[in-house]
């Protein structure tokens, strides 16, 4: 009986004692304050994980996504209770800090679609702008005055190129296919033959009027003599014109090879007829370059028509600086300097009252007093 007492109440007072603090009595766990602070660490730790994990930009939705990413949170709890043995505890500061620094709900783009600029929305904005500048500028470009002017003028030299273009081409499609010539019509002349111009000209019936060479034909009929100039054109569909201006003799001149025109420019062209009254120059030298020569003819065209008709000869006075004129009836004209062009239309003009009185030698080198002698 003794050993039963021993031994009962040994196991009770063991057991009761050894095992009070470190198992579960009555059904009941109970934890260190530093088994607590551990748990409370871990799942402190749980929490920075998860909140490293999460994307680093800005895809808040809102209070409803945060108070959804917060029921998460606290779905780490088996219990639902924020028992610290599970992970899940109440709200912290840390947490309370966390959610304060999300975006407010609604500050997105839209409700419930996040609320940041989005990269790629941020290019699609920036290139409407873009396109919206460049439109601009090209209104802006067409409304400047300046603008349309450059614009007009690069039309217009567009529009004469096109022309040339086209006008050469048909030119070229005329010379080689165009109308052929028919007939050299001659037209001004008044001494020269006609025959002699045609056959100056050369131009062969058969050959493209738009493809004849008026350059050289022009340059053959201009060496006929009396020709002063010539110009030729095209009569469509098929005659060539030769336009010829003839030499106006102003003066005769005695040569070797027998008298001979000399026409307003001093120039001695071809044989005199035989019947023609002009006055004859009595030069040393007739030629359009010697200065004398050129000064005898204007004396003669400055002279009034009825008085040079009674010119038969201007020659070279005494010394060779002077002019006399040879009239009909034995009558003679002290011209005076033939250098003196200046006073060339107030001679001629006093000649003319001059010559109705009579007399022999009638002086008009000094315009301003003139004299006659019997």
Request: aromatic share 2%; no cysteine.
């Amino acid at each position: 009986m003794s050993r039963g007492d021993d031994s009962g109440d040994g196991t009770g007072d063991g057991t009761g004692d050894g095992t009070g603090d470190g198992t579960r009595t009555g059904g009941t766990a109970r934890r260190t304050p530093e088994q607590e602070r551990q748990a409370a660490e871990r799942a402190r730790r749980i929490r920075a994980r998860r909140a490293a994990d999460r994307p680093t930009g800005p895809t808040d939705t809102g209070a409803r996504n945060t108070g959804r990413a917060r029921r998460g949170s606290r779905s780490a709890d088996p219990a639902g209770s924020g028992d610290p043995d599970t992970g899940g505890s109440p709200d912290t500061d840390e947490d309370r800090d966390r959610a304060a620094t999300r975006e407010p709900a609604g500050a997105g783009t839209g409700r419930g679609t996040g609320g940041g600029d989005r990269p790629a929305h941020r290019d699609t904005a920036g290139a409407a702008r873009d396109r919206a500048a460049a439109r601009t500028a090209a209104r802006d470009r067409a409304a400047d005055p300046r603008h349309r002017r450059r614009r007009l003028v690069a039309l217009l030299a567009t529009v004469l190129v096109v022309l040339i273009g086209l006008s050469a081409a048909g030119w070229w499609a005329l010379g080689r296919f165009g109308p052929p010539v028919s007939a050299v019509e001659v037209v001004g002349i008044r001494q020269i033959p006609v025959h002699d111009v045609e056959a100056a000209a050369d131009v062969g019936t058969g050959i493209p009027l738009a493809a004849v060479d008026t350059g050289a034909v022009a340059a053959r009929v201009s060496a006929i003599p009396g020709v002063a100039n010539v110009d030729i054109g095209r009569t469509w569909p098929e005659t060539l014109t030769v336009t010829v201006t003839e030499r106006t003799p102003a003066a005769l001149v005695e040569t070797p090879d027998g008298l001979q025109l000399v026409d307003v420019t001093g120039f001695a062209y071809r044989e005199a007829p035989p019947d023609l009254r002009l006055p004859r120059l009595q030069l040393p030298d007739v030629d359009p370059e010697d200065p004398a020569t050129l000064a005898a003819v204007s004396a003669l065209q400055a002279l009034p028509e009825p008085v040079r008709d009674q010119v038969e000869t201007l020659s070279l006075g005494a010394g060779g600086s002077t002019f006399e004129l040879g009239l009909t009836g034995d009558r003679r004209v002290l011209w005076g300097p033939w250098a003196d062009s200046a006073s060339v239309a107030h001679r001629a003009e006093v000649l003319g009252p001059l010559l109705e009185r009579e007399g022999t030698v009638y002086d008009v080198s000094s315009p301003a007093l003139v004299t006659v002698r019997r």
